[in-house]
Structures are given as structure tokens and as C-alpha cells.
């Protein structure tokens, strides 16, 4: 039997699957004995494969495939006729196997030898083979890296939009809420029914301290504006006081403290609606305010 072609050609129609079934069969069984030819077979397969990965991928025309191989299998005729006449002259070999010619020893005695395993890659093959699998892992973790900051990107970039609507909504009540603050000064500014009174103290004086309430029971909307007042030790305030018709106790109606020209204000304060007012006071508080007034009271109108 003759031995099969084992060039690199050879080799990488195998891999393509372009071998005649006769061909294929008889490399196959001396792959089996031969691992010499099997690292060869990796090399191909190798070379192959990375080339595969730089070129395009096109399917190839039917008579492009079969001009291919009547051309592999025309170069190969002379070859393989020349191979079996110099095989039917020589000897079997104590292997039951042919002799081979004398220009195929070396390649023969390579493979005849299963037990034979002490040929290695060249230097480029190594180094080539080497660079393909260190770099496979290496590929996996930068793409994982990618991935996982892309997700830190979405991520913040949603927190950062989330935390910008939360202060614009913020923003937003603000502007409501003072909105409307404004709106109830000046429909207590503007109501005829609202209930204007002056407060003054009892002195001749043009620079006397004075102040204005200007007041809605319904609403419990109230205003006050204060003037010519005089400046306060640290640990005191003024207090307004809202004192009801019906003769309740005497109601809270806000703290202030006046500025460097004696003029102060109190705007909106909490007070509870539908409660007429008698009169109004000031008076002179410990910081943070009382519950009911300190007496005397040096402002005061009805």
C-alpha cells in the first residue's frame, strides 16, 4: 500500500474537506499512527483558522469549486502514479509497508515511527499558536470590562437625571409656594372686607414706633408692617398677638426682630380662620417667643 501525500497542501485540503474519499481514508489512518503529522494537521488547521478570521466571509460559486479541484487533482496525477510505479519496484520493508524512494525518506521515516514524538513546531509556529491563546482570555475580560462599564454609565447617568428632576420638582413647589404667598399678600392688601388697623404707642413724639394689621377672619390671612422701631438686646423679640372678639385668650400671630432703620413685618403667620379680632398687640418677649403676652404691651390697636 502506498503512503498518502502529506504536504502542507495536502493538509490544508483536508481540512477544507476537498480530499477525494480514497485520499481522505488513507490520511486519516496515518493520523492515527502519527503524531508528528498530527501536530502538523494543528499547525494547518491553526494557520486556517486565523485567516479565516481576517477575510470576509463568501460563499464560493459552484464552478469555482470544481475548477479547483480537477486542478488539485491534475497536479496531483503525475505525483501519485510516479509515487506507485518507484513503490511496485522496491521491497517490502520488515513493516509490511513499501520501501519508499530515496527523495521521500526522510519524510517516510518521520512518520513509519508512531512512537516517535520528539519533532516540535518551529519557533514562529510556537510563538504564533502561543499569541492565539494568551490572547483568547484576555479577549473575554475586555469585553466583559466594556459591558460592565457601559451598565455604570446608564447607571449614573440615570441617577444624575433622577436627582436633577428631584431638585427641579423641588425648584418648582418653591415657586408655587411663593406664588401664592404672594397672591394671599396682596388680596389682603387689596380685600375691602379685610380689617386695616394701626398700632401706635402713646407719645407725641413724630418718631413714635407704629405699625399697620392688615387682617382677613375668614381667610386667617394677616399682614403687619411695623416702623420707627426700637433696637432689641439679643435674647429678645417682638411678639405680634391677635386678641379675639369672642374674648378668647390672646393668639400668637408671629415673631420679629427689626432691622438697623427700626422697620419689620410679619407675613402670612399660622392662625386659624373664621376668628375675629378685637385688637391687635406687640410686646417685648424672651427669644423664641411665649404663649401668652408679657406685659406691658407698647403697641397696640383696635
Given at each position: 500500500?502506498?503512503?498518502?501525500?502529506?504536504?502542507?497542501?495536502?493538509?490544508?485540503?483536508?481540512?477544507?474537506?476537498?480530499?477525494?474519499?480514497?485520499?481522505?481514508?488513507?490520511?486519516d489512518a496515518q493520523l492515527r499512527h502519527s503524531p508528528a503529522?498530527?501536530?502538523?494537521?494543528?499547525?494547518?488547521?491553526?494557520?486556517?483558522?486565523?485567516?479565516?478570521?481576517?477575510?470576509?466571509?463568501?460563499?464560493?460559486?459552484?464552478?469555482?469549486?470544481?475548477?479547483?479541484?480537477?486542478?488539485?487533482?491534475?497536479?496531483?496525477?503525475?505525483?501519485?502514479?510516479?509515487?506507485?510505479?518507484?513503490?511496485?519496484?522496491?521491497?517490502?520493508?520488515?513493516?509490511?509497508y513499501p520501501a519508499q524512494p530515496a527523495t521521500f525518506a526522510?519524510?517516510?521515516?518521520?512518520?513509519?515511527?508512531?512512537?516517535?514524538?520528539?519533532?516540535?513546531?518551529?519557533?514562529?509556529?510556537?510563538?504564533?499558536?502561543?499569541?492565539?491563546?494568551?490572547?483568547?482570555?484576555?479577549?473575554?475580560?475586555?469585553?466583559?470590562?466594556?459591558?460592565?462599564?457601559?451598565?455604570?454609565?446608564?447607571?449614573?447617568?440615570?441617577?444624575?437625571?433622577?436627582?436633577?428632576?428631584?431638585?427641579?420638582?423641588?425648584?418648582?413647589?418653591?415657586?408655587?409656594?411663593?406664588?401664592?404667598?404672594?397672591?394671599?399678600?396682596?388680596?389682603?392688601?387689596?380685600?375691602?372686607?379685610?380689617?386695616?388697623?394701626?398700632?401706635?404707642?402713646?407719645?407725641?413724639?413724630?418718631?413714635?414706633?407704629?405699625?399697620?394689621?392688615?387682617?382677613?377672619?375668614?381667610?386667617?390671612?394677616?399682614?403687619?408692617?411695623?416702623?420707627?422701631?426700637?433696637?432689641?438686646?439679643?435674647?429678645?423679640?417682638?411678639?405680634?398677638?391677635?386678641?379675639?372678639?369672642?374674648?378668647?385668650?390672646?393668639?400668637?400671630?408671629?415673631?420679629?426682630?427689626?432691622?438697623?432703620?427700626?422697620?419689620?413685618?410679619?407675613?402670612?403667620?399660622?392662625?386659624?380662620?373664621?376668628?375675629?379680632?378685637?385688637?391687635?398687640?406687640?410686646?417685648?418677649?424672651?427669644?423664641?417667643?411665649?404663649?401668652?403676652?408679657?406685659?406691658?404691651?407698647?403697641?397696640?390697636?383696635?
Open positions: 500500500m502506498s503512503m498518502p501525500d502529506t504536504s502542507t497542501e495536502t493538509l490544508a485540503l483536508y481540512v477544507m474537506g476537498l480530499l477525494d474519499p480514497e485520499e481522505r481514508a488513507a490520511l503529522l498530527r501536530d502538523d494537521l494543528a499547525l494547518v488547521t491553526g494557520d486556517l483558522a486565523a485567516f479565516a478570521l481576517t477575510a470576509d466571509m463568501h460563499s464560493p460559486a459552484a464552478q469555482m469549486r470544481t475548477r479547483l479541484l480537477k486542478r488539485v487533482a491534475r497536479e496531483r496525477k503525475p505525483a501519485a502514479s510516479r509515487q506507485r510505479v518507484q513503490s511496485e519496484a522496491a521491497p517490502e520493508s520488515f513493516t509490511g526522510k519524510r517516510s521515516e518521520r512518520y513509519d515511527e508512531p512512537s516517535r514524538s520528539s519533532r516540535r513546531p518551529e519557533p514562529e509556529d510556537d510563538e504564533r499558536r502561543n499569541g492565539f491563546a494568551a490572547a483568547m482570555p484576555f479577549a473575554g475580560w475586555a469585553l466583559a470590562a466594556g459591558l460592565a462599564f457601559a451598565a455604570f454609565y446608564q447607571y449614573n447617568a440615570r441617577i444624575d437625571a433622577e436627582s436633577k428632576m428631584h431638585a427641579m420638582s423641588n425648584e418648582v413647589a418653591q415657586v408655587q409656594t411663593d406664588s401664592a404667598q404672594a397672591r394671599a399678600v396682596l388680596e389682603s392688601l387689596t380685600d375691602p372686607s379685610a380689617q386695616v388697623v394701626t398700632l401706635t404707642r402713646d407719645s407725641s413724639t413724630p418718631a413714635a414706633p407704629n405699625g399697620k394689621a392688615m387682617y382677613m377672619p375668614d381667610k386667617g390671612i394677616l399682614t403687619f408692617c411695623a416702623s420707627n422701631l426700637e433696637p432689641l438686646q439679643p435674647y429678645k423679640t417682638y411678639e405680634l398677638w391677635l386678641i379675639p372678639a369672642d374674648g378668647r385668650d390672646p393668639i400668637p400671630a408671629g415673631m420679629f426682630k427689626p432691622d438697623a432703620h427700626g422697620n419689620a413685618a410679619v407675613l402670612l403667620p399660622e392662625l386659624p380662620k373664621g376668628v375675629p379680632a378685637k385688637a391687635f398687640g406687640v410686646t417685648i418677649e424672651d427669644a423664641g417667643g411665649a404663649q401668652t403676652p408679657t406685659m406691658p404691651i407698647i403697641l397696640a390697636g383696635a
